[in-house]
């Protein structure tokens, strides 16, 4: 067994758990507060230095428009 297997998800639940905290009223808001993180925080706004201190929304939108000229050149 690989001892780095779990190394991004354990990264991951550091830092949620460093910058969200561990303490909520309800389940209701921990669902909320888990969705908020993840969909407006963590994909959208905050850098990550694996790639290249972009956010995960921008690194797939540059991916994209790389592709986009490629594909092009190849259904001619």
């Known amino acids: 067994m690989d001892c780095y297997d779990n190394a ?6 550091g830092t ?4 969200l905290g561990e303490d909520f009223e309800s389940a209701g808001d921990v669902k909320r507060e888990v969705f908020d993180y993840i969909e407006v925080f963590y994909n959208r706004a905050r850098m990550h230095s694996a790639l290249g201190y972009l956010s995960p929304a921008e690194h797939e939108h540059r991916a994209a428009q ?3 000229p490629r ?3 190849l259904s001619r």
């Open 16 to 19: 949620f758990k460093t910058e």
């Open 8 to 13: 991004a998800v354990e990264s991951f639940f």
């Open 66 to 68: 790389q592709r986009q």
């Open 71 to 73: 594909e092009a050149s």
